[in-house]
Structure formats: structure tokens, C-alpha cells
């Protein structure tokens, strides 16, 4: 997971809260998790994320090192979170911090998969589960609900019913999804 410091604004003008701090980046870079949030990547008006849990628009970027993170026509202090001054100061070149730009703060720093997990599963609808997914797909790229849907499904079949060889088959590949499952849930 790339972590890197991140100027986060939420999109109430020009002059709406902002933060520095650490944030982290999903694989695929399309979501922040910053501050106890999670940040999807969009296509906003004003904003280029916006909160997954309350729809919130925010502008993410990292920081400029000219210390100059706010847009030209906004105003108010930044919240900056104590962790990382060091490293912001090293950025802009500064050794000590200017008191009239900023809030010194306490950031949540640790990345909330979890909700991000809660959230994006509970969009799902309740689709009549595909069956033939379960041979094209591998047990990571299933969703939590698609996992417990399957393997509920599986697992009150008859399988004595099965000829020996597909019986085997349904037997290892239900094996493989209960595995992810509890290693998600031991994860979270």
C-alpha cells in the first residue's frame, strides 16, 4: 500500500476544512484512505474524490512544496497532523512551521479497509447468485456476499449425488472460498 502526505480539502468553496497528513492508496490508486475515511476516485465539479460512506466531495493532492496547498482564492488554517511535520517541513524546505497557516492535530492514520469492505458489499444487490462463476472465478475475486452466498448455497447440496470426479471438484473449490472467507474475516 503506497502512503504518501496528502493535502485533503473538503469541497465547500474554496475555504472548506483541509488537512495534511499521511495517506494511503489502494492498489489500483483509485481509493485514499486519509483520516478514517475512504476516498474513492471521481469526476466531481469542484473535487476529484468523494467520501464512500456520506457522498462528500474533497480535492486530494499531494503537498507543493512551495507550502502553498491552498487554492489561490481560499482562506483558513490547515489542520496538519503532528506525525508527519518533520516530513512536510523537509518538503517545503522549511525547518519550522509557519503557526498563522496551520492547526496542529491528531489524524486517524490508519487505513479503514474494513469500512470501505462494509460499504461497497452492501451496494450488491441481491442478484440470483451465477453458478458458473465458481469455475472462472478465483476465490479473491469474489465479493464477501458473493463468498457467503456460494458457500452457503454449496454446502446443502447433496453432494454424494455428484459423480466422484465433480464431487471432488465442488468439494476442493468450496474448501478454497471457505479459506478466503475466514482469512477476510481474520483480517478485519
Same mark, same amino acid.
Given at each position: 500500500?503506497?502512503?504518501?502526505?496528502?493535502?485533503?480539502?473538503?469541497?465547500?468553496?474554496?475555504?472548506?476544512?483541509?488537512?495534511?497528513?499521511?495517506?494511503?492508496?489502494?492498489?489500483?490508486?483509485?481509493?485514499?484512505?486519509?483520516?478514517?475515511?475512504?476516498?474513492?476516485?471521481?469526476?466531481?465539479?469542484?473535487?476529484?474524490?468523494?467520501?464512500?460512506?456520506?457522498?462528500?466531495?474533497?480535492?486530494?493532492?499531494?503537498?507543493?512544496?512551495?507550502?502553498?496547498?491552498?487554492?489561490?482564492?481560499?482562506?483558513?488554517?490547515?489542520?496538519?497532523?503532528? &506525525?508527519?511535520?518533520?516530513?512536510?517541513?523537509?518538503?517545503?524546505?522549511?525547518?519550522?512551521?509557519?503557526?498563522?497557516?496551520?492547526?496542529?492535530?491528531?489524524?486517524?492514520? &490508519?487505513?479503514?479497509?474494513?469500512?470501505?469492505?462494509?460499504?461497497?458489499?452492501?451496494?450488491?444487490?441481491?442478484?440470483?447468485?451465477?453458478?458458473?462463476?465458481?469455475?472462472?472465478?478465483?476465490?479473491?475475486?469474489?465479493?464477501?456476499?458473493?463468498?457467503?452466498?456460494?458457500?452457503?448455497?454449496?454446502?446443502?447440496?447433496?453432494?454424494?449425488?455428484?459423480?466422484?470426479?465433480?464431487?471432488?471438484?465442488? &468439494?476442493?473449490?468450496?474448501?478454497?472460498?471457505?479459506?478466503?472467507?475466514?482469512?477476510?474475516?481474520?483480517?478485519?
Amino acid at each position: 500500500m503506497r502512503t504518501e502526505i496528502l493535502y485533503v480539502e473538503l469541497k465547500q468553496g474554496h475555504s472548506g476544512p483541509a488537512w495534511i497528513g499521511y495517506g494511503h492508496f489502494s492498489k489500483s490508486g483509485q481509493t485514499v484512505y486519509f483520516d478514517g475515511k475512504v476516498l474513492k476516485k471521481g469526476q466531481g465539479t469542484i473535487s476529484n474524490h468523494f467520501d464512500i460512506e456520506n457522498g462528500d466531495e474533497y480535492w486530494v493532492s499531494g503537498v507543493k512544496k512551495n507550502g502553498t496547498d491552498r487554492h489561490w482564492a481560499g482562506s483558513g488554517k490547515i489542520f496538519i497532523d503532528k &506525525v508527519v511535520i518533520d516530513d512536510y517541513l523537509k518538503i517545503i524546505g522549511q525547518t519550522t512551521l509557519p503557526k498563522n497557516k496551520f492547526i496542529l492535530a491528531d489524524l486517524d492514520n &490508519v487505513p479503514n479497509k474494513e469500512i470501505s469492505r462494509k460499504i461497497e458489499n452492501s451496494k450488491q444487490t441481491e442478484e440470483p447468485f451465477d453458478h458458473s462463476l465458481l469455475h472462472k472465478k478465483t476465490p479473491k475475486d469474489f465479493s464477501d456476499n458473493e463468498l457467503k452466498r456460494v458457500i452457503e448455497y454449496y454446502s446443502d447440496l447433496d453432494l454424494a449425488e455428484f459423480p466422484l470426479k465433480a464431487r471432488k471438484s465442488y &468439494v476442493d473449490k468450496l474448501n478454497d472460498l471457505t479459506v478466503e472467507l475466514e482469512t477476510r474475516n481474520n483480517n478485519a
